[in-house]
């Protein structure tokens, strides 16, 4: 571990960092000093704001309310180019290698010593070589980048960070896609780069690089910086315990479950062998009454894999079974008419009209409420008054959707899928986005779906709602179940420490 100096001012510093996207803020108060020579770590749960905080420091995000300073110098970096001439770059997890080149016009790119507009070949090789050398990498610059393993194409992206004369080096999830060996020499690459001066900010799922590699470790939660672990106190467990959200068992307590299913209720739907995107042939059971939460990291698979059981995309390889037998589902409403109902977690693809809310409530089987093919508004007030009335908007069926609340537009559509007379209600995130009232009552809502014999598949960002809700949790893991946590296991903690201990084992 590095030790900086004392005297001199942070390498790159973020304060009061405030970010919105409309009404909903990505960062509330986003703090973030990394010095001089050393790895400073980043690590929340999901929707914490930790890419938001990268993207504010890297150039690409401006932030709304707060000061970025570089070198002790307060600056607006309005762009990654401004960001560069800082001596700021970011590495994103994806790969931007130009295929077809080398790795010295890889390395160089942007940035080839020239003389009259010609390239000087002979000092940019000098330069590129001083550049792999001093990290420790060794490659021949002359080497197709094609040719190089996915390893070595991240360590000429590091390379070419270093080359353009970035200072402080933003990593994000650099070795998500590697495999074990591979991550082990671009690890030992970061680290040299590292003792040669360059600050690196290092963001990343897997808590035993965190504890390996960082001087200090800047903790999210809700679009705030929270703590701050230095030193020794950067462990595998502090870390576990810094992610999980304080007083969010206390927050979904009142929707929680108080009994599990039984085990002898029938199953009702079936994934077998789902191969698509992110999915590597995954089975799953859903059982009537029971709450099934799903969780991963981004990537892994989960939101591909409510879209199958949803109808929204058609898997590569394997089926879905509904009631014993095979189903096609080409669109959603193909699975609603099988009885599964599907809620994303982006409201705008949930099909809301620019309707009353009672329209929008009963938009799943309008058929019910006609007469001779014609619906009334007193008829339409009717039937949706007792699920309006259940989540307190009775007074509400003749306001427009779009002027209620983001909780309230998600009560609407969840008492859609309850109308819907669905039996199996797949449920992307239902609360992201609410305040706390409003998580509480649809965490209820979910807990009684399960509570009439429904099958309830959900996921959410925060593990503490699965550990408090769902009556079991598989783990997905590059596109493959993990883990399955239920019972006295099914704890925040553990889930947090089964996604990151099952995404630092080898990759397959």
């Known amino acids: 571990m590095s030790s900086p100096s004392a005297s001199a001012p942070p390498a790159l510093l973020l304060e009061g960092i405030v970010k919105r996207f409309g009404s909903a803020y990505a960062l509330r108060d986003g703090q973030l000093r990394v010095e001089p020579g050393t790895i400073h770590g980043v690590v929340g749960p999901n929707g914490a704001g930790k890419s938001t905080l990268l993207r504010v420091g890297s150039g690409q995000l401006v932030p709304d309310v707060g000061t970025v300073a570089v070198d002790g110098v307060a600056i607006a970096l309005r762009g990654p180019r401004a960001a560069l001439r800082a001596g700021i770059a970011m590495m994103p997890q994806e790969q931007t290698v130009v295929p077809g080149l080398t ?26 070589r001083e550049t792999l050398e001093r990290i420790g990498i060794a490659i021949d610059p002359r080497a197709p980048i094609d040719e190089l393993t996915a390893a070595e194409q991240r360590m000429t992206m590091l390379a070419r960070a270093l080359y353009s004369g970035a200072r402080v080096l933003v990593l994000d999830e650099p070795t998500a896609a590697l495999r074990r060996e591979d991550a082990e020499r671009l690890l030992d690459t970061v680290t040299a780069a590292r003792d040669a001066g360059t600050a690196i900010v290092y963001v990343s799922h897997r808590f035993a690089e965190i504890e390996r590699l960082c001087d200090a470790v800047t903790v999210l939660r809700d679009g705030s910086t929270v703590d701050r672990l230095v030193g020794v106190a950067i462990t595998a467990d502090a870390l576990v315990r810094a992610v999980v959200t304080e007083g969010a068992i206390d927050d979904v307590a009142d929707g929680r479950r108080t009994s599990s299913p039984a085990s002898d209720l029938p199953t009702v739907a079936r994934l077998r062998g789902i191969t698509g995107r992110e999915l590597h042939g995954v089975d799953l059971d859903v059982r009537a009454g029971e709450i099934v939460g799903v969780c991963g990291l981004a990537g892994s698979g989960v939101t591909e894999l409510l879209e199958a059981l949803g109808g929204v995309v058609g898997p590569g390889a394997g089926h879905v079974e509904v009631d014993g037998a095979v189903r096609r589902f080409r669109e959603p409403h193909d699975a609603l008419r099988r009885g599964i109902a599907f809620l994303p977690a982006e409201r705008s693809r949930a099909g809301m009209l620019d309707r009353p809310v009672r329209e929008n409530l009963l938009v799943a089987r309008m058929d019910d409420v006609a007469v001779r093919g014609f619906v009334t508004n007193g008829r339409e007030r009717r039937a949706a008054h007792p699920a309006l009335a259940s989540f307190g908007l009775a007074d509400r069926a003749d306001d427009p959707l779009g002027a209620l609340s983001g909780g309230n537009r998600q009560k609407v559509l969840l008492g859609r899928c309850v109308r819907a007379d669905a039996r199996v209600v797949v449920l992307d995130d239902p609360t992201v986005g609410v305040d706390v009232g409003a998580r509480q009552e649809i965490h209820r809502s979910i807990v009684a779906l399960a509570d009439a014999g429904r099958a309830v598949v959900v996921a959410a960002s925060e593990v503490e709602e699965l550990a408090a809700v769902a009556d079991r949790v598989v783990v997905l893991v590059r596109g493959r179940i993990a883990a399955e946590l239920s019972g006295d296991a099914l704890t925040p903690e553990r889930l947090v420490e089964r996604v990151t201990v099952e995404a630092a084992a080898p990759s397959t």
């Open 103 to 128: 790795v010295e016009e890889n390395v160089s790119l942007g940035h080839e010593p020239s003389r009259g507009g010609v390239v000087r070949r002979g000092a940019r090789r000098t330069r590129v």
